[in-house]
Structures are given as structure tokens and as C-alpha cells.
């Protein structure tokens, strides 16, 4: 073998070595194919839990850190103009992740976009750019303290199945989608804004079913979002399958 180097001694694997590395998730491609902006996730052993900023990458290999922040920065998604990042991150409460938006160019200052009374667990743009759609249980008033005569808790009956929600960009106003007992699981906008495709299925999200059906709901209409929300179970589903649907996706021509 060439070379005057002595081979180094490989170093057995060890719990907090498989901690310590640093690993990349939630990859997000730009419309120009030129960037890619994912989730860097690694250990932090003070305080002792799972550190996520945002990172981007161009064709040229460069990586640029986005986000550096104590809080969880998670689940980037692209502007259609691809100038601006959504994220979620619980940075001003830990346990509640809002919406965030970024500018891709380095130095830019997240932004808060949502204080909603619940965390939020998806997001995505509409086409336009103009609206942001997702996912949180609806806000319901509760007891700061329990009384001693209250019933037991039964786990899955005080759970908040998660609706489906869309905020208007220019105003920052709000708008339920969803409504009731339906847990909505997975959507995505129509090309024209008009409608949203979802999949949800009865009862609460704690109570993990594969029955999930697709159903279709109005969603931007002349004077903007819906000012009364749909009831899912009140709806036509398009499938009844009883079977695990997820995910569902328009033809690029709606």
C-alpha cells in the first residue's frame, strides 16, 4: 500500500457516538432545482434533547445554515417564488410549534406568522403564494384545576381531533376549513386554490385507525376562505375502501 500514514484504529460504536451524529431529514427541493432546504437534527447532551435547525444547500454543494435557534425548527417548505421558507417551530413556546417565514437569503430574520391557541403540525402554500393551509386541533376552554368529584378520564374522549385551517398571508386572519369529530391526517391544495383534498377519519387522533377515507372540500372562493367551516362526517367521501388512504395529490390540471 502507498503512503507513509499508519492506518487509524477503528473506534468501536458506542451509544453516545450514535447520539452525537448529525443527521439530515425532511428534504425540500426548490422550483429552480437549485437548493434544497432539510432539517439538521442532532443531539444536544445539555439539554439533553434533540436540537433541529434548518440548512440549505445549492448545486454547488455549498451548505448554509439557515436557522440557529434552542427552539425546534422543523418542516421547511418552499415559497412558490422559492424567495421565502415556512417552518414550524416552537422558538417562542416550547411544546407549541407556530408557522415561521424565512427569507432564503443568508441573514434573514424569521418571522412569526401564527400564535394559534394549539401547536400546529402541517403546513403547505397554496399555489398563488397567498395562502398557508394546517393542520391543529381546534381551541377549546378548560379547567386550570380538576374538581375532586370528576369523573375518570377516559383516554381518547377529551382529544381534539385535528382541522384543518388556512391563514390568509396579506392579513394574517385564520379561517377553519374543518369542523368535528373527523381527524384530518393529510391534504394538499387544488391548482386553482378552489378546493383542498384530505383524508381524515373518525374519532380521536390518540386512537390510531387505518380507516381513512378522501374527501374533497371548497376552499378559496371570490371573497377568499369559507367563513363556516365544513363538517367532514356530514360529507360524501371519494373512496370507501375502509383501508389505509393517505396523501392524496391533483393531476397537475385539477
Known sequence: LGGSGLAQPRQPLTPEGILALHRAADLQLAADGRRVIFVRRHWEPQPDRFQTDLWMVNDAREQVRLTSHPGRDEHPRWAPDGRRVAFLSDRESPGSRQIFLLPT?????????????????????????????????ASVEEPTTRPPNAPPVVIGEGDRPHQLWVLVLATGEIFALTRGRHHVTSFQWSPDEARVVCTARPGS????????????????????????????GQLSPLTAGRGAERDPRFSPDG
Open 205 to 232: 387522533p390518540l386512537l390510531e385507525t387505518a380507516a381513512t377515507e378522501v374527501y374533497l372540500l371548497p376552499a378559496i372562493g371570490p371573497e377568499g376562505p369559507p367563513r363556516v367551516a365544513r363538517e367532514i
Open 105 to 137: 437569503q443568508v441573514g434573514g430574520e424569521p418571522v412569526a406568522l401564527t400564535r394559534h391557541p394549539m401547536p400546529i403540525e402541517q403546513i403547505e402554500w397554496s399555489p398563488s403564494g397567498r395562502y398557508l393551509a394546517f393542520l391543529a386541533p
